[in-house]
């Protein structure tokens, strides 16, 4: 899908827009704005939760399985 091609692949992203809203929100308590709390809060959301969601329904192909186990 197109969608899939503008969203990254790999995990450093994810991790840098989660640090950037840890920070933001941690800015926002040192200055009492809310407003800096719920954008920081939104950015880990995002990060940890929303874009690998969209990541996964988006990609056409479903990742391999792992080895099965012998049953014998």
Do not use: C, E, K
């Amino acid at each position: 899908m197109a969608a899939a091609g503008i969203l990254p692949h790999s995990i450093g992203p994810y991790v840098s827009l989660m640090v950037a809203g840890f920070v933001i929100g941690i800015l926002g308590h040192m200055f009492r704005a809310r407003w800096l709390v719920a954008v920081g809060i939104i950015l880990i959301f995002l990060a940890a939760l929303a874009l690998p969601l969209a990541l996964n329904v988006t990609t056409d192909q479903p990742q391999p399985p792992g080895p099965l186990p012998d049953p014998y």
